[in-house]
């Protein structure tokens, strides 16, 4: 594409912000165009701030996917839920997520508070309006309204994409004049490794019961890029031994599973075909330990 005149560009950041769930990262990879950020039905899927970029004529948006936010009581939770309010603050647009089926809910109770007592101006979506009947909206965009903090409200299915493209063409309305941060191909910020462990994490959280997704973390630890394919190595990481039985799974039937199926999206993302092997490894207190903060841009000490 033509890139537009320095000065006919317009940019911005966009924060995605809302409880677990509501569906944050399927918006922004529906924004976006393309798989950025990955999706689950369990709760804290995302775990740091994640950057997606859309272009459109002369604008250019940083749409940021964040932690879901919640009261939080341990470290890691406690630094997710801290990275998502920093973004909130450092971002030109701030975008809330409300659930239409859960509505006000304990969590966005919390930021609601939270919003308000810093009058933080937001637009608002509620999403996942396909879920209820549209006549049961009503009361909750009234209630909400009430709030005083929204600028504009969207009804929309991040899901189906109903409603979608009217936030992003009022998104792309708002963005000031400003320089492009971004190449106009690029599509998100997080490096290949990286995205890749998301992938994994991805096939075992829609796998694993109970707690057992929150304990673990998955690592890239070697990546080869050949001509024809790619060569991926990865730790998932486990808290105690007994959990590692668990993603194991009986003869390895699990940890089979999860690695096909993030090896076949690895090759559609990457369009290579994809040789990955998963290894499995005890690392009591990874939650604690600083060097997972870091590699994920988190703070250890909040
Ligand atoms: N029916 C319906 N489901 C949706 C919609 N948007 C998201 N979902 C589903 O809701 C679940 C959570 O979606 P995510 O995008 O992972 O939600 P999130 O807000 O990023 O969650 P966290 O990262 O855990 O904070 C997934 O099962 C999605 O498929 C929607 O518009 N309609
Ligand atoms: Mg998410």
């Given at each position: 594409m033509n890139l537009p005149l320095l000065s006919d560009q317009h940019f911005a950041f966009v924060a995605v912000l809302g409880?677990?769930?509501?569906?944050k990262s399927t918006l922004v990879n529906r924004l976006v165009g393309s798989k950025v950020s990955i999706v689950s039905p369990?709760?804290?899927?995302?775990r740091s701030r994640i950057r997606g970029i859309l272009v459109e004529g002369t604008t250019q948006l940083v749409l940021v996917d964040t932690p879901g936010i919640f009261k939080a009581g341990r470290r890691f939770d406690r630094a997710m839920v801290a990275s998502a309010w920093t973004e909130a603050e450092e971002s030109d647009i701030r975008l809330l997520i409300v659930d239409a089926k859960r509505g006000i809910d304990k969590e966005t109770g919390l930021i609601l508070k939270n919003l308000s007592k810093n009058q933080t101006k937001c637009l608002l979506a509620i999403n996942k309006?396909?879920?209820?009947?549209?006549?049961?909206?009503l009361p909750l965009i009234k209630e909400l309204d009430?709030?005083?903090?929204?600028t504009e409200i969207f009804l929309i299915s991040a899901q189906t994409g109903e409603q979608v493209e009217t936030l992003k063409q009022a998104l792309l309305n708002k963005a000031p004049k400003g320089f492009w941060?971004?190449?106009?191909?690029?599509?998100?910020?997080?490096p290949n490794r990286l995205f890749a462990a998301e992938i994994t994490r991805e096939k075992l959280m829609m796998r694993l019961q109970n707690e057992l997704p929150y304990t673990i973390a998955v690592e890239t630890t070697s990546w080869q890029e050949q001509e024809k394919s790619i060569r991926i190595e990865q730790t998932i990481f486990v808290s105690r031994d007994s959990q590692k039985s668990i993603v194991l799974g009986k003869n390895g039937s699990m940890i089979k599973a999860v690695g096909s199926a993030a090896r076949r999206e690895l090759a559609t993302l990457f369009d290579k075909p994809v040789h990955l092997f998963l290894f499995v490894k005890t690392k009591e207190n990874w939650a604690e330990d600083p060097a997972q903060y870091t590699a994920w841009g988190l703070d250890y000490n909040v």
């Open positions: 409880a677990p769930n509501v569906g369990k709760v804290q899927t995302t309006i396909d879920l209820i009947p549209k006549d049961r909206l009430k709030v005083g903090l929204f941060m971004f190449p106009d191909d690029q599509l998100s910020d997080l």
